[in-house]
């Protein structure tokens, strides 16, 4: 998951130094050691608190110790955290100007990244056929392979097998057969059975 660097040892060096401190004074924030975005969960032993500034620090490091689509999770975490304002403002650690460009121009290369990933498979075609696959598709069936196919298909719907009374009202319905009709006693509307059984009869707001 992390990338074996020195950012890497930075972090665990921070985490571990959280773990063995007994008391930590004034504001803190918890982080989880391994982010809910990369698997993490709430789980006391992956929590651990820190001062704002260590917090900060953690998720720029963690921008730094991964890679792919979990990096691109971390630029946005540490974008967050660096935009992000809330009554605890002023207790957090100020970003600088370099910082910040650096967390910008990964996000914005991440946005990119997505966009063009996203068109790619929007986009995407099969792959070109090889010569021996087309010389197959174009040699023509016979008779028997035809024969074979129509045996096996025979009698199949492919999906959804429709009931006799349904079948014959889509026939009726293609041949221009009017649909039957029945007329609802309380409020002397015509309908059809369907509407009927939900809408008329006992159930008829005038009933």
């Not at 972090?11 to 130094?17: E, F, G, V």
């Not at 630029?75 to 100007?97: C, H, I, L, P, Y």
Request: proline share 2%; with cysteine; hydrophobic share 30%.
């Amino acid at each position: 998951m992390y990338l074996l660097n020195k950012y890497t040892v930075w972090y665990n060096s921070i985490i571990t130094n959280s773990k063995n401190r007994v008391n930590l004074d004034g504001y803190s924030e918890r982080h989880h050691v391994i982010p809910k975005s990369l698997g993490g969960s709430n789980d006391p032993s992956n929590l651990v608190a820190l001062t704002a500034r260590e917090h900060f620090i953690c998720h720029l490091l963690l921008v730094r110790m991964t890679e792919g689509d979990n990096k691109r999770r971390m630029v946005n975490a540490a974008w967050g955290m660096a935009t992000r304002r809330n009554k605890f403002q002023d207790d957090r650690t100020r970003v600088t100007s370099r910082t910040y460009e650096y967390l910008k121009s990964n996000l914005t290369q991440s946005i990119k990244s997505n966009l063009a990933r996203s068109k790619k498979l929007k986009g995407r075609k099969l792959g070109p056929m090889s010569e021996d696959h087309k010389r197959k598709l174009s040699v023509p069936k016979t008779i028997e392979h035809r024969e074979k196919i129509s045996k096996a298909r025979l009698g199949k719907s492919w999906g959804y097998t429709h009931s006799s009374e349904t079948k014959n009202k889509m026939s009726d319905w293609q041949k221009g057969v009017p649909k039957e009709k029945i007329l609802c006693k309380h409020c002397g509307k015509e309908t059809s059975k369907m509407n009927y059984a939900r809408w008329h009869g006992s159930k008829c707001k005038n009933a």
